[in-house]
């Protein structure tokens, strides 16, 4: 019988990585790419998204789809597929340009949208949709970070700043370096803020036994100095909006400062040890307690209410000040609506 050639014969299927978990009674009634973002939060809740989709969840046996939202006691098994080896592969992911000319592009970045790949995140980055709908992006930052000068966390959305050339990316990062860009954040937090205006100047470092949180170390030879002025803009019972200006921009900065100070970011699962929170929750924080209402189960947050609102900068070219904004996202708008309503 002859021998097949070697280079016609079928591919072995890539090995996958079966992942397992119970879901615990504080889970309840999440949607499973959420919980899925959550417990894995190394991949991006767009990737984890498109695994279920594929069929690649199993719920009690039973194949789901993104949007099942789980129950007590249910066991998930999720198949996950290895990741590429290799840089950003181009996808055709929508984005919200809110400025661009010859020079830079500006995005809105979405929530839940990983800036670039990594281990995890192979797939639904801001990198994978910038490879694909622009020809020409800087390469300063390396194959995995095309045009990308700064980044936002995961679950952070709001303004972020893209170069179409070294040249124009090398003056951007000078001013960033020289702390001449100015960037304003929007924060929902919870605790209470003892003064109207404040500076936080603490050291931050890697935490001492979490490897994804940091922490203000002031001795740790990794640590960094790390300064943030805020604002407060409003007062509610239990929950308070603020503007802050970080001068540094060092990881996690904003959530580990607000943290310090006892006042973390609402839903922020890393500092503030939850990730969601609903309808009845807001209102159930609030001075005047309503009876229950029709949609007070309904989840209005499912990540850190944090949001960069704002940037400003010298254009690299022309030398132009150029400010930019991006509104308020759905989900943390909808937060201070029924604040609003709670306390009118």
């Known amino acids: 019988m002859p021998q097949e050639n070697a280079a016609n014969l079928p591919e072995s299927p ?18 499973i790419d959420a919980l899925l973002a959550q417990l894995l939060n190394s991949y991006s809740r767009v990737f984890l998204r498109k695994v279920v989709q594929e069929h690649g969840a199993r719920v009690d ?16 098994a999720l198949q996950l597929p290895p990741p590429p080896d ?60 095309p045009g990308i000068i700064h980044r936002l966390d995961r679950d952070t959305s709001g303004v972020i700043l893209v170069a179409k050339s070294n040249a124009v990316h090398m003056k951007l990062s000078e001013q ?3 702390r001449l ?8 937090t919870i605790g209470k803020l003892e003064l109207d205006r404040d500076v936080i100047s603490q050291p931050i470092g890697p935490h001492p036994y979490q490897r994804d949180k940091m922490a203000i170390r002031r001795d740790h030879p990794q640590s960094r100095d790390a300064e943030t002025r805020y604002d407060v803009v409003e007062r509610f ?17 904003i959530r580990v400062h607000l943290d310090h100070i006892g006042a973390p970011v609402l839903c922020d699962r890393l500092y503030a040890g939850h990730a969601r929170i609903t309808r009845g929750e807001l209102l159930r924080r609030q001075a005047r307690r309503q009876p229950p209402q029709p949609g007070d ?10 949001h960069a609102r704002r940037i400003a900068f010298k254009h690299p070219l022309t030398g132009k000040e150029i400010v930019l ?13 029924i604040l609003h309503q709670a306390g009118a």
């Open 297 to 306: 189960t309904d989840v209005m947050l499912e990540r850190q209410a944090l």
């Open 86 to 145: 290799d840089g950003p592969r181009p996808e055709n992911i929508a984005l919200n340009i809110i400025f661009e000319d010859d020079a830079i592009i500006a995005i809105d970045k979405p929530p839940g949208m990983v800036v670039h790949p990594a281990k995890g995140n192979w797939s639904g980055t801001l990198a994978s949709a910038l490879a694909f709908h622009f020809q020409q992006l800087s390469d300063v930052g390396g194959p995995t970070r």
């Open 61 to 76: 046996g039973e194949v789901v789809k993104p949007s099942f939202r789980v129950q007590t006691g249910q066991r998930i």
């Open 325 to 337: 904004e991006a509104p308020l996202p759905a989900d943390i708008q909808g937060v201070l609506d």
């Open 181 to 188: 860009v100015q960037k304003e954040y929007f924060a929902l």
């Open 237 to 253: 019972d239990g929950i308070t909006s603020v503007k802050l200006q970080p001068k540094t921009g060092r990881t996690h900065q």
């Open 14 to 31: 890539a090995p996958t990585t079966l992942f397992e978990h119970e879901v615990l009674e504080d889970q309840d009634g999440q949607r």
């Open 176 to 178: 960033f370096e020289q």
